[in-house]
């Protein structure tokens, strides 16, 4: 299974939606707190890209000198229609600066230096210091995973159907009107989510028998997993 620091990792840098906890800021509207755009540095450190007005590019400001303590909340959707949509959320903290002279007119770039991170998501949850947190990289799969996924569920309703044949026992227990739908992919398998309702649901984890590191080998273990289902 992915580290939780590699789980925080990959979080941070997909598109799941952000915002920046600061002090003071518990009055703003969450849309002026979440970043234009984020991404991880060498040594781990986050930057973020905000409107030059934003309240945390003028809470950094202000700080100057002082070390400003923040939070980055990020929280995972699933990018299909499935009951309890949620995946996962994550806790970056660490401190905040202003990165004068970087961005584009009209926009600041802000540096966090990660102190510690918690993740709560499929796979549980996890503690990750910075230095897991700098060391990690993210899955090889998760700038493609939603389009994925949303293919998986829109052209392969059917293929998805068949994998019940491989939950031994457990399948009896399904019902034909049960609706399926891929939950989560990296490169160690595929998750589905079988329910009939809100109250009613459960995940079966397909796992590949090799981590694939890119689409081509996507394509075949999913081609693999499909036939054995049919077998």
Do not use: K, N
Request: proline residues 9%; charged residues 25%; hydrophobic residues 40%.
């Amino acid at each position: 299974m992915p580290s939780a620091a590699e789980r925080t990792r990959t979080l941070v840098q997909s598109t799941c939606s952000g915002v920046l906890l600061i002090p003071g800021g518990e009055g703003h509207r969450p849309e002026l707190l979440a970043p234009e755009a984020r991404a991880v540095g060498p040594e781990g450190e986050i930057f973020l890209l905000y409107p030059a007005d934003a309240p945390p590019v003028r809470a950094a400001t202000h700080a100057q000198d002082d070390e400003l303590p923040v939070v980055l909340e990020l929280t995972d959707v699933a990018p299909v229609s499935v009951p309890h949509r949620i995946r996962g959320r994550a806790w970056v903290s660490g401190w905040l600066t202003s990165l004068p002279g970087v961005a584009g007119p009209g926009r600041t770039m802000l540096r966090l230096e990660v102190g510690e991170a918690r993740v709560d998501d499929l796979w549980g949850t996890g503690e990750i210091d910075a230095e897991e947190f700098a060391a990690a990289s993210p899955d090889p799969l998760h700038t493609h995973e939603t389009e994925l996924l949303q293919h998986l569920h829109t052209a392969h309703g059917d293929r998805l159907r068949e994998l019940t044949a491989l939950l031994g026992e457990r399948s009896a227990s399904l019902v034909p009107s049960r609706d399926v739908a891929p939950l989560a992919l990296d490169r160690f398998g595929l998750r589905v989510r079988f329910s009939s309702g809100p109250g009613d649901c459960f995940d079966a984890r397909f796992d590949f028998p090799e981590p694939v590191r890119e689409i081509s080998g996507l394509r075949r273990e999913m081609h693999r997993l499909f036939e054995a289902a049919r077998a």
